[in-house]
């Protein structure tokens, strides 16, 4: 091969920047107000400067607990999913690579060596004849030119894939990441009610003991009794109930983690475990682009329109190139003489006269973009309704608690006028007994509405896109990528 000819080779593939096909894309309006709300129960009096937090906080800021901080960082390390999320951006990576080389020509080099023996009555001299050819080449084996974009179309098919997927991982992060928390705060909770329930058998054991003494001596009755033997039995079964929960918290939260969580690491209770920072997105709702199944919906999207690019090709000829160049002698020893060079160049061209699948995959492309804004559309919907969501029950949770904690402190303070009465015969045991099981009510109920405000405060993390972190690093790889 000449320099003509090699010049020429190069040009060509200085050319394969040729024509894309993909549309120009443009992001779809969000379907949703271009505010949070923020008027009403959802402000809960304050003003709008008030619920303007900042939102680039990183997870160990939003959950300062220690034991906390390192039950996740155990589980970011060992949890299988999220381990199965990263291998599947390195998956989308490689094959993102692999569309990516098929824009630039496979050069390859080949050796042969062949010997044949022709007999004598087949030779056209009349004699048998031994022919040995030995070749080194080297070339390009079908390369197809990249005129109209279709190979450019499918690289940017992979590259909206991969960084799809990285998105994925960054969901399965956050998810991971509140998930554990939320189960961190269930054992507490689950934790809290089983002292509880300890407390009140020792109460209850101690009133049935005293009731027991009176009923021997005949002061008290057996009604009396049998009602007091009632409340240890309901403590019994509560013990058993809650080490269950306990039990199966543990598991659920050693599942996570992907070993077992050291017991030191344990909470004792909710009051064991530091308050959680609480967080607000501000005012404006583009807050939620930064989703990960937002974003990861708009890579899908541009997938859609990168399969228009490629439904778009297919109109027009493919044309591939072969080319070979090294050397051929019948002799080994004169395989590298002057003499011996040889070369090739073949190109191949194809292009659609009639084929009704073109059509039909370009009209399936088109359904499928607009399937895919559909769903992007949706996405962004469902973030508007959680986050909205979790705002409502943040404001509401808090006037729940404050107003149980007040039903407590009643409660408390109906039972000891009870007890009271009761010892000085004032009044009956069945009114100690209604005040004790009201107490203990309103107290569970307590610590379940303590735990739903600290899982709304999870969630609430969740739905606004998880670790600022993570968002950046997506960010910084999709930039490096496309640079690339």
């Known amino acids: 091969m000449n320099k003509t000819q090699i010049l020429s080779l190069v040009g060509i593939i200085l050319f394969l920047n040729g024509c894309a096909m993909i549309p120009k894309y443009t992001r779809p309006e969000s379907p949703i107000p271009t505010v949070l709300p923020s008027e009403g129960a959802y402000m809960d009096g304050r003003?709008?400067?008030?619920?303007?937090?900042?939102?680039?906080?990183?997870?160990?800021?939003?959950?300062?607990?220690?034991?906390?901080?390192?039950?996740?960082?155990?589980?970011?390390?060992?949890?299988?999913?999220?381990?199965?999320?990263?291998?599947?951006?390195?998956?989308?990576?490689?094959?993102?690579?692999?569309?990516?080389?098929?824009?630039?020509?496979?050069?390859?080099?080949?050796?042969?060596?062949?010997?044949?023996?022709?007999?004598?009555?087949?030779?056209?001299?009349?004699?048998?004849?031994?022919?040995?050819?030995?070749?080194?080449?080297?070339?390009?084996?079908?390369?197809?030119?990249?005129?109209?974009?279709?190979?450019?179309?499918?690289?940017?098919?992979?590259l909206q894939e991969y960084l799809g997927s990285e998105q994925a991982q960054r969901g399965a992060q956050t998810a991971l990441i509140s998930e554990v928390a939320r189960v961190y705060l269930t054992l507490a909770a689950d934790l809290e009610n089983l002292k509880l329930a300890r407390s009140a058998l020792e109460t209850q054991r101690s009133v049935y003991g005293l009731i027991r003494q009176q009923y021997d001596k005949g002061i008290a009755n057996e009604a009396d009794l049998r009602r007091s033997q009632t409340q240890v039995d309901a403590a019994n079964r509560d013990i058993a109930?809650?080490?269950?929960?306990?039990?199966?918290?543990?598991?659920?939260?050693?599942?996570?983690?992907?070993?077992?969580?050291?017991?030191?690491l344990l909470p004792s209770g909710l009051t064991s475990v530091s308050p959680l920072k609480d967080i607000s997105p501000g005012l404006s709702s583009e807050v939620l682009l930064r989703r990960p199944d937002i974003m990861a919906a708009e890579h899908q999207l541009k997938v859609a329109y990168a399969l228009i690019?490629?439904?778009?090709?297919?109109?027009?000829?493919?044309?591939?190139?072969?080319?070979?160049?090294?050397?051929?002698?019948?002799?080994?020893?004169?395989?590298?003489?002057?003499?011996?060079?040889?070369?090739?160049?073949?190109?191949?061209?194809?292009?659609?006269?009639?084929?009704?699948?073109?059509?039909?995959?370009?009209?399936?492309?088109?359904?499928?973009?607009?399937?895919?804004?559909?769903?992007?559309?949706?996405?962004?919907?469902?973030?508007?309704?959680?986050?909205?969501?979790?705002?409502?029950?943040r404001e509401m949770v808090n006037k729940q608690v404050a107003a149980q904690e007040s039903i407590v402190n009643s409660a408390q303070k109906i039972y000891e006028l009870s007890d009271q009465?009761?010892?000085?015969?004032?009044?009956?045991?069945?009114?100690?007994?209604?005040?004790?099981?009201?107490?203990?009510?309103?107290?569970?109920?307590?610590?379940?509405?303590?735990?739903?405000?600290?899982?709304?405060?999870?969630?609430?993390?969740?739905?606004l896109g998880g670790d600022a972190e993570s968002q950046d690093t997506a960010s910084n790889t999709s930039r490096q990528v496309h640079r690339k």
Request: net charge neutral; proline share 3%.
């Open 47 to 158: 003003s709008p400067e008030e619920v303007r937090s900042v939102t680039g906080l990183r997870w160990h800021e939003i959950f300062p607990d220690k034991n906390l901080q390192t039950v996740i960082e155990i589980s970011l390390a060992n949890n299988r999913d999220l381990r199965i999320a990263v291998l599947n951006v390195e998956r989308a990576r490689s094959l993102y690579g692999v569309k990516k080389a098929e824009l630039f020509p496979a050069v390859s080099v080949s050796g042969a060596v062949s010997k044949s023996r022709i007999p004598a009555d087949l030779s056209t001299t009349g004699e048998a004849l031994i022919y040995e050819e030995d070749s080194v080449d080297l070339g390009i084996t079908s390369w197809e030119i990249d005129l109209f974009g279709r190979i450019r179309s499918l690289k940017d098919q992979a």
């Open 241 to 264: 109930f809650y080490t269950q929960l306990v039990t199966q918290d543990q598991n659920a939260l050693n599942l996570l983690a992907g070993c077992s969580v050291p017991e030191d």
């Open 309 to 393: 690019g490629v439904a778009r090709a297919a109109f027009f000829p493919r044309i591939s190139l072969t080319t070979v160049t090294g050397t051929a002698s019948y002799e080994l020893s004169s395989l590298f003489s002057p003499g011996a060079k040889a070369w090739g160049l073949a190109s191949q061209a194809a292009m659609p006269i009639f084929d009704t699948r073109t059509f039909a995959a370009y009209r399936v492309s088109e359904a499928t973009r607009k399937i895919s804004i559909a769903q992007y559309e949706k996405t962004i919907q469902t973030a508007f309704r959680e986050v909205s969501d979790a705002l409502i029950a």
């Open 421 to 463: 009465r009761y010892t000085q015969g004032i009044d009956s045991y069945l009114s100690v007994l209604d005040a004790q099981r009201s107490l203990y009510a309103a107290q569970q109920a307590l610590t379940s509405l303590r735990l739903a405000k600290l899982v709304n405060q999870v969630r609430l993390y969740a739905v």
